[in-house]
Structures are given as structure tokens and as C-alpha cells.
């Protein structure tokens, strides 16, 4: 159970495409009347326009949130896709984080499997979803939850030796989202009675059926997989990554995926670093998020890369 309610219980938000004229409303995320981010503007429970539309499951990134990716999930919903994304347990930034949320992380892509039953089991969004176009979408460590549910089996104790070899990787050391997360407190969590059992069924497949397309942006947490996994992933798969990116260095994860795998289309975005793909801060977020708030490149010119990038992929494959 990975949240600190002792639950595995999934909470998903899903962006789809509303009947014209539906009234939209600011999308903020922080406190009433002092937002930290803003990501543009949605409609709360819209009529759906008629139609069956492909769907998209996005996994956040480390500490993250689904509304965090609404920047995404809006637009993708604005060009003809259902768009679910989740909170994974213990590891968002809504609830308290959690060291099994935090270390557990292959059990993300279980959220996913849980998000799309539930959307085709609701009544009113089932008849517009077509679950057998479905894409995945992950960010940072949603990247690495993304090649998991497309059927990449991680081998965990390859990732212990690559930060044992490499200690000060980006991935390695502790994140701003949960700094006191250090190397050493998960070697010591996953050793314990409690976590133990979990880590031995780590390497299982969790792949998600019909997926058709996966669309990564800075995913971190590569050096988990064989390069023979990441290799027979046999979808189209579209990697969008900063050049600056400190924490998912692009030369030991996105550039590893490309390279070990021939069909991957990679970009590379000048001066863009890990968190540019976060939503909008405002200027309350920058003086309270610091760090998570901190950008070179034009954020705008960046989230429009990726969202050009994954509606060329899913356009291609799902339609």
C-alpha cells in the first residue's frame, strides 16, 4: 500500500474534447486565490463532443500531479484525444510522498491499467473513448513508467549499480520534489521485510494491451532497462528532452533509448532544461517553488515542441 493511507487507490483526471460552446474556467493548481501554476483553462464536466476518440495515458513525473501535465492533457484534448492522467500513490505532489509510493515506481504503470478501466467503465465517457487507439505519455519518471506499461521489463539492480558507478547522475541523487530521499535510504527501504517481496516481483511484465504509440518528454530512470528491452519495444515511440537538462541527463536516458532502439524519433531542444515541461509558474510559484520554477528557454516555445511532437506521433499511429 503506497500512499500514507496505507491505499493503492488511483485518482485520475481526464481532459476530452466538449461540445462547442462549453464555458471554460482558469486551470490553476495551489491554494484558492494564490495559485502556483497556471496551465491555461478547462471546462468542469462538459458535455463531450459527439465522436469516439482515441485515448492517452499520462504518467506524471517524481512528486508530480495529473493536473500538473493539464498543460498537456488540455491541449491534446483541444486536437482530439481523451487524456487521462493520474496521481500515482505515494508519490504526487497532492498527498504526502511516501518511500513505497517513491521506490516502488514499476508498480506505477498498475495506475495506468487502473485508469483506463475506470474510464471505460464510465458511463458517460466510455461511449466517446476508443480504448483500442490507446498512446502513453510520461514525463521524467513517467517516462519510465511509460516504457514499463509498453512492455520493457526494468531490471533494478542495474539501476543500483549505474548510481553505485555513478553517484552524482542527475537521477541518482536526491530531487528537489523529495530531497530527503537519498541513495542510501532506498538501498536500506528496499532491503526491508516490508519492501523486500515488492522488489523481487519488480522485473515482471506490466505491459498495458493495444498500445499503439509512446510519447516520452525527459524521461529519466532509463538506466533501469537491458538495452535488449528498450530495443524490442516495437511501437512508435517520439522522445522530447532538454539539452540542459540536469536531471535526466539526456546522454543516460533519452539518448539511450534512441540509441538502442532504431524506429525512436528523438529531439533535442536548445537551452531547456528538466522541469521547463511543468505548467507555467506564477509569480507566487516562483517566489515560493524556487528550484521548480527556475527556466532559460521560452517555457511556452517548449510545451508547444512537445505538444507538436506527441500530436505528430499519435496522429500518425492512432488515427
Same mark, same amino acid.
Not at 134 to 153: F, I, K, N, Q
Given at each position: 500500500?503506497?500512499?500514507?493511507?496505507?491505499?493503492?487507490?488511483?485518482? +485520475?483526471?481526464?481532459?476530452?474534447?466538449?461540445?462547442?460552446?462549453?464555458?471554460?474556467?482558469?486551470?490553476?493548481?495551489?491554494?484558492?486565490?494564490?495559485?502556483?501554476?497556471?496551465?491555461?483553462?478547462?471546462?468542469?464536466?462538459?458535455?463531450?463532443?459527439?465522436?469516439?476518440?482515441? !485515448?492517452?495515458?499520462?504518467?506524471?513525473?517524481?512528486?508530480?500531479?495529473?493536473?500538473?501535465?493539464?498543460?498537456?492533457?488540455?491541449?491534446?484534448?483541444?486536437?482530439? +484525444?481523451?487524456?487521462?492522467?493520474?496521481?500515482? /500513490?505515494?508519490?504526487?505532489?497532492?498527498?504526502?510522498?511516501?518511500?513505497?509510493?517513491?521506490?516502488?515506481?514499476?508498480?506505477?504503470?498498475?495506475?495506468?491499467?487502473?485508469? !483506463?478501466?475506470?474510464?471505460?467503465?464510465?458511463?458517460?465517457?466510455?461511449?466517446?473513448?476508443?480504448?483500442?487507439?490507446?498512446?502513453?505519455?510520461?514525463? $521524467?519518471?513517467?517516462? +519510465?513508467?511509460?516504457?514499463?506499461?509498453?512492455?520493457?521489463?526494468?531490471?533494478?539492480?542495474?539501476?543500483?549499480?549505474?548510481?553505485?558507478?555513478? /553517484?552524482?547522475?542527475?537521477?541518482?541523487?536526491?530531487?528537489?520534489?523529495?530531497?530527503?530521499?537519498?541513495?542510501?535510504?532506498?538501498?536500506?527501504?528496499?532491503?526491508?521485510?516490508?519492501?523486500?517481496?515488492?522488489?523481487?516481483?519488480?522485473?515482471?511484465?506490466?505491459?498495458?494491451?493495444?498500445?499503439?504509440?509512446?510519447?516520452?518528454?525527459?524521461?529519466?530512470?532509463?538506466?533501469?532497462?537491458?538495452?535488449?528491452?528498450?530495443?524490442?519495444?516495437?511501437?512508435?515511440?517520439?522522445?522530447?528532452?532538454?539539452?540542459?537538462?540536469?536531471?535526466?541527463?539526456? &546522454?543516460?536516458?533519452?539518448?539511450?533509448?534512441?540509441?538502442?532502439?532504431?524506429?525512436?524519433?528523438?529531439?533535442?531542444?536548445? $537551452?531547456?532544461?528538466? +522541469?521547463?515541461?511543468?505548467?507555467?509558474?506564477?509569480?507566487?510559484?516562483?517566489?515560493?517553488?524556487?528550484?521548480?520554477?527556475?527556466?532559460?528557454?521560452?517555457?511556452?516555445?517548449?510545451?508547444?515542441?512537445?505538444?507538436?511532437?506527441?500530436?505528430?506521433?499519435? &496522429? $500518425?499511429?492512432?488515427?
Amino acid at each position: 500500500m503506497r500512499d500514507a493511507g496505507h491505499s493503492d487507490r488511483v485518482r +485520475y483526471t481526464v481532459w476530452y474534447p466538449a461540445q462547442p460552446g462549453t464555458k471554460e474556467q482558469p486551470l490553476t493548481i495551489g491554494p484558492p486565490g494564490a495559485p502556483l501554476f497556471q496551465e491555461g483553462s478547462s471546462a468542469v464536466d462538459a458535455p463531450a463532443a459527439p465522436g469516439r476518440w482515441p !485515448l492517452l495515458l499520462v504518467s506524471h513525473g517524481n512528486g508530480g500531479s495529473a493536473r500538473m501535465m493539464g498543460w498537456f492533457g488540455t491541449a491534446l484534448a483541444r486536437e482530439g +484525444y481523451v487524456v487521462a492522467a493520474v496521481d500515482h /500513490p505515494g508519490n504526487n505532489g497532492v498527498d504526502p510522498m511516501t518511500d513505497v509510493g517513491s521506490i516502488l515506481m514499476w508498480n506505477r504503470a498498475d495506475d495506468l491499467i487502473a485508469a !483506463l478501466a475506470a474510464v471505460q467503465a464510465d458511463p458517460v465517457l466510455s461511449p466517446h473513448v476508443d480504448a483500442d487507439r490507446l498512446g502513453l505519455v510520461g514525463y $521524467s519518471a513517467g517516462g +519510465y513508467t511509460a516504457l514499463v506499461a509498453a512492455g520493457a521489463r526494468p531490471d533494478m539492480g542495474r539501476l543500483v549499480a549505474f548510481c553505485r558507478a555513478s /553517484p552524482k547522475d542527475g537521477v541518482c541523487v536526491p530531487q528537489a520534489e523529495n530531497p530527503e530521499m537519498t541513495f542510501e535510504r532506498r538501498m536500506a527501504a528496499v532491503t526491508s521485510p516490508e519492501l523486500a517481496p515488492w522488489v523481487a516481483k519488480s522485473a515482471q511484465d506490466r505491459r498495458i494491451p493495444n498500445v499503439r504509440a509512446v510519447f516520452l518528454m525527459a524521461p529519466a530512470i532509463v538506466q533501469a532497462f537491458e538495452p535488449g528491452e528498450l530495443a524490442r519495444l516495437e511501437v512508435p515511440m517520439s522522445v522530447v528532452v532538454g539539452e540542459a537538462d540536469a536531471i535526466a541527463l539526456p &546522454d543516460t536516458n533519452s539518448e539511450v533509448i534512441a540509441e538502442a532502439n532504431g524506429k525512436v524519433r528523438l529531439q533535442a531542444l536548445p $537551452s531547456v532544461g528538466h +522541469y521547463d515541461f511543468l505548467a507555467d509558474c506564477t509569480a507566487l510559484g516562483r517566489e515560493r517553488v524556487g528550484k521548480l520554477c527556475e527556466v532559460e528557454a521560452d517555457k511556452a516555445a517548449t510545451h508547444e515542441a512537445a505538444i507538436q511532437n506527441a500530436k505528430k506521433l499519435f &496522429d $500518425s499511429a492512432l488515427w
